[in-house]
């Protein structure tokens, strides 16, 4: 239970790290899922994290155990960017920004 939470929370961290560069980097706002890979091999990596070692699953080698843990890292980071789009898409249905942009910029309702 434990790597799964070590594996859940790595991808909300990857996720916050690729967010922090995509306020500087035009590119990664395109490939999000290739930053996410790469930022999730590499944690996985520097932390020596094998998630199938921790479920005691067999895997050719260490190396690919880590290697595939940071795809799965990736796939959690994935799942959290999609959650917390939606919760901010919440946010603005629910203070409802379109109305105050409207009001700010004096556009008019067409329909």
């Known amino acids: 239970m434990h790597a ?5 929370l790595l991808g909300l961290g990857i996720v916050a790290v690729s967010g922090i560069a995509a306020r500087w980097l ?3 706002r ?3 899922a290739v930053a996410l890979v790469v930022l999730g091999v590499a944690t996985a ?3 020596d994290f094998d998630l199938f070692s921790a479920w005691t699953l067999a895997v050719r ?3 690919l155990g ?9 796939g959690a980071g994935y799942f959290w960017r999609e959650v917390l789009l939606f919760l901010e898409s919440l946010s603005r249905k629910h203070t409802d920004e379109a109305r ?5 910029q004096n556009l ?3 329909a």
């Open 108 to 110: 008019h309702r067409v």
């Open 4 to 8: 799964f939470g070590m594996l859940v």
């Open 45 to 47: 990596w520097i932390a």
């Open 26 to 28: 035009t590119l990664v």
């Open 66 to 74: 880590i290697v595939f843990t940071g795809i799965a890292v990736a």
């Open 61 to 63: 080698s260490h190396a």
């Open 30 to 32: 395109e490939f999000w």
């Open 100 to 104: 105050t942009l409207e009001k700010a």
